[in-house]
């Protein structure tokens, strides 16, 4: 072994640890007081390393490896304006994104203001208008009479969609289809 450390079979020598066994009460238990007996290491005078000449081809090569290419630099510049184009297209989404909902919201808050003043008005229509008086007026004044079982008529409608009106309904009920 040339340059390297000497090693001395002699000194190598395993140690025995002599422990105590005591009871410890408690959950952490001290770790042993261990000291081992080591020989200090001999050191060795350091050596001087000579400045060895390096072959101007190896230089070279050093250099070439160390530098970038061409190729692998415009290779980097392509793939850094591609990931920097990426996230501004994902910031310009995300704006758009949170556009979007603070215009929901917006929208959603202008509802909720416009049915509350719709049910405002309506209990203040309602509460200002006196029901028993209109119907009085209208029996009284007008000739209106309520109406009795008598005067329903019921009739077949024959689809399920809605009727206009554009005759009288016959007395039977049967409407030609």
């Known amino acids: 072994m040339a340059g390297g450390r000497k090693r001395n079979n002699q000194h ?15 959950n952490v238990a001290p770790l042993p007081d261990y000291h081992p007996e080591v020989e ?14 390096l072959d101007p081809q190896i230089k070279r090569n050093r250099r070439r490896e160390q530098s970038l290419s ?10 850094s304006v591609v990931v920097v ?34 049910n405002t008005a309506y209990q203040s229509i309602s509460r200002s208008i006196d029901m028993e008086y209109i119907r009085l007026r209208a029996i009284e004044e007008l000739g209106m009479v309520s109406v009795t079982p008598e005067m329903v008529i ?6 399920n969609s809605y009727v206009i009106l554009h005759n009288e309904i016959p007395t039977t009920g049967i409407i030609s289809q």
């Open 40 to 53: 200090p290491r001999e050191v060795e005078p350091e050596v001087e390393h000579q400045r060895v000449r």
């Open 12 to 26: 190598v020598k395993r140690q025995r640890v002599k422990y105590q066994q005591e009871y410890m009460y408690g």
């Open 70 to 79: 061409t190729g692998y630099s415009i290779y980097l510049l392509a793939v």
């Open 85 to 118: 184009a990426i996230c501004i297209f994902y910031l310009q989404l995300q704006s758009e994104n949170m556009r979007r909902a603070n215009e929901v919201n917006h929208l959603r808050n202008q509802l909720t203001e416009m049915t509350e003043q719709n």
């Open 154 to 159: 019921e009739y077949q409608n024959p689809s």
